[in-house]
């Protein structure tokens, strides 16, 4: 754990790029597949189910937003003005198709990143369980359920916690797929085995935030092996 506590240390200047507020009202909570292409400038994607003819859902939460912050505040792993999760989440997407929401919380993170930590911090040791605002789809209406979120504090957020309390997965697929910036996926995929023993938990991947425009490959050939 001291390892892990230093390491975590090493890692908090690099952490310091990380914007951290969560829900930002120019960004809706839940975006159709069509939304989000169009917001790409790409075409939409009307694929609603995978090659078996099952619904796929990805969904995630990412913490940086750039919206209405100062140069100096923003510099967070963001790309194309997403966070690093939403990033890789819009690709995933892009590939497996489905519809794809983020999860917002009701109150959002504070924007600088040391009073984000300790915000976050606080509610891991509580083990708080932060409210998000109505995703406006039931992910148990889904069959392949794809869930990202960065790592915090070498766990998931609370918010993924509250996300897990609330929706049994039982014969459902589970995707999971991380950011992080030092911590790998640091044994949260095994949490959410534990989390939703009914569901079938696939391999994950865990992808440097500030890499993640430079994680396509990587992407590709996971999906390719998850057959997608
Ligand atoms: C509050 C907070 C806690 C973090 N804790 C960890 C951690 O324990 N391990 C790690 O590798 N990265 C940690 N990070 C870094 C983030 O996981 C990383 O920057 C991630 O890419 C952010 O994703 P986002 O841009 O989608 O919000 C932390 C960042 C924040 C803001």
């Given at each position: 754990m001291k390892r892990l506590?230093?390491?975590?240390?090493?890692l908090t200047l690099v952490f310091a790029?990380?914007?951290?507020?969560?829900?930002?009202?120019?960004s809706p909570s839940v975006n159709t597949t069509a939304q989000t292409s169009a917001a790409n400038g790409e075409n939409a994607n009307t694929q609603q189910t995978d090659k078996d003819g099952k619904k796929i859902l990805v969904v995630y939460f990412s913490s940086a937003n750039t919206a209405g912050v100062d140069a100096v505040s923003s510099a967070t792993p963001?790309?194309?003005g997403q966070g690093s999760t939403e990033y890789l989440a819009n690709y995933i997407h892009s590939k497996a198709g489905g519809d794809i929401v983020k999860i917002t919380p009701v109150k959002d993170y504070p924007l600088s990143y040391s009073a984000c930590a300790d915000a976050a911090k606080k509610e891991t040791d509580s083990g708080a369980r932060p409210e998000f605002q109505p995703l406006g789809v039931n992910p148990e209406d889904y069959d392949v359920i794809f869930v990202g979120y960065p790592m915090w504090w070498y766990t998931l957020p609370m918010l993924l916690y509250t996300f897990f309390d609330m929706y049994d997965f039982s014969g459902k697929t589970i995707i999971p797929f991380n950011t992080h910036e030092g911590s790998g996926d640091g044994g949260t995929y095994n949490e959410i085995r534990e989390f939703e023993p009914g569901a079938d938990v696939l391999r994950g991947l865990a992808v440097r935030g500030g890499k993640a425009d430079k994680a396509q490959d990587e992407v590709d050939s996971w999906l390719a092996k998850l057959g997608y």
């Open positions: 506590t230093a390491l975590f240390l090493a790029l990380a914007g951290c507020s969560g829900g930002t009202k120019e963001s790309f194309d």
